[in-house]
C-alpha cells in the first residue's frame, strides 16, 4: 500500500511548481514603434534584393567619438549602458542613457560620442541587403 504522507508531500511539491508558473507571467513592454528616425525624416522602403539581418552588440569605450558615418539601411538599437551623445553636422542632437532605444538616421551624415566614464554598450538590428555594407565611414 501507498505511504499517504508521501503522496501529500509530492503533491505538494507539484502544486508548489505550478503556482509558481503562474505567478511569472511572460510581459513585454515596447520601446519604440515608428515609421521615422529620431530626427523625425521618413524611414526608406525595404532593400528589394535579398534581406540580411545583422545583430551588433557594440561596445564603445568611454570618451571616444566614432568618426562620421552613414548607414545606406535601417537599423535601431537599445543602449545597454552608459552615455551615447548622437550628433548630425548641423548640430542636431540626441542624448541616449541606458534603456533608451533609437531608430537610426538613414543615409545621413552622423556621429556618436560616449560621455562621461563608463563605456557605452548598444545592441543595435540593421536591415540590409545581403553583401551590402550597413555601415560606411565618411571623411
Known amino acids: 500500500m ?7 508531500a509530492l ?3 507539484i502544486f ?15 520601446l519604440v514603434k515608428t515609421t521615422k528616425s ?3 525624416s521618413e524611414l526608406p522602403a525595404y532593400p528589394t534584393g535579398t ?16 568618426p562620421l558615418h552613414i548607414h ?25 542613457n541606458a ?8 543615409d545621413k551624415v552622423h556621429t556618436g560620442k560616449a560621455l562621461g566614464e563608463e563605456d557605452v554598450r548598444i545592441i543595435v538590428f540593421y536591415a540590409g541587403q545581403k553583401d551590402k555594407a550597413i555601415t560606411i565611414k565618411k571623411e
Open 2 to 8: 501507498r505511504n499517504p504522507l508521501i503522496f501529500l
Open 99 to 106: 534603456g533608451d532605444p533609437i531608430v537610426e538616421l538613414v
Open 16 to 30: 508548489s511548481v505550478f503556482a509558481t508558473a503562474q505567478e511569472h507571467q511572460v510581459s513585454f513592454k515596447t
Open 72 to 96: 545606406p539601411v535601417i537599423n535601431a538599437g537599445v543602449v545597454l549602458k552608459g552615455q551615447l551623445k548622437v550628433t548630425k553636422p548641423n548640430g542636431d542632437v540626441l542624448m541616449l
Open 38 to 40: 529620431w530626427d523625425g
Open 51 to 66: 534581406p540580411e539581418i545583422t545583430i551588433l552588440d557594440i561596445n564603445i569605450p568611454a570618451g571616444t567619438t566614432l
Open 11 to 13: 503533491s505538494a511539491s
